[in-house]
Structures are given as structure tokens and as C-alpha cells.
């Protein structure tokens, strides 16, 4: 499998500090009724630094999060 980028090693640009986040969200490759895109997207527009996704019994997901990752905002991926 080539490598895609995603997910990155380490977030740039962050230091030690309180960030604002969801630990837990789904999106359609689960059980979820939002795309990746449009949670991102909600999560940007409410100030969020991060989300943290938690799709039940797939990693199909993982290469749609890659591209809404950015230095000022971190995806994390749970399987």
C-alpha cells in the first residue's frame, strides 16, 4: 500500500496547551448520517482543534479524513 501521508506523524505547529475537541463521532462509513466533509466542516465552523473518529468495524474511512486534516486541525483515527 503506498504511502499516503495520512495520518501524519506528528501535528506542527502545536504545543502543551488545552485544545477543544470531539472524542467521538461517526460518520456514514459507520453509523452516522454526516460525511467526513461535513463534519469537518461543523467541527472548524464551532472552533473545535480537533475530532477524534470512531467508526464502528471499519478503516474504509480513513483515507476520506485525510485530506481535513491540516497544521490547525488534528484528525484522529480509531478503529
Known amino acids: 500500500m503506498p504511502d499516503s501521508g495520512f495520518p501524519p506523524v506528528q501535528a506542527r505547529g502545536r504545543g502543551a496547551g488545552w485544545y477543544r475537541g470531539d472524542c467521538h463521532i461517526h460518520s ?14 461543523d467541527a472548524r465552523t464551532v472552533g473545535l482543534d480537533f475530532i477524534a473518529t470512531t467508526e464502528h468495524n471499519s478503516a474504509n474511512a480513513h483515507s476520506a479524513w485525510g485530506r481535513h486534516a491540516a497544521d490547525d486541525f488534528l484528525v484522529l483515527l480509531d478503529e
Open 28 to 41: 456514514v462509513y459507520s453509523d452516522g448520517e454526516l460525511t467526513p466533509e461535513q463534519l469537518a466542516a
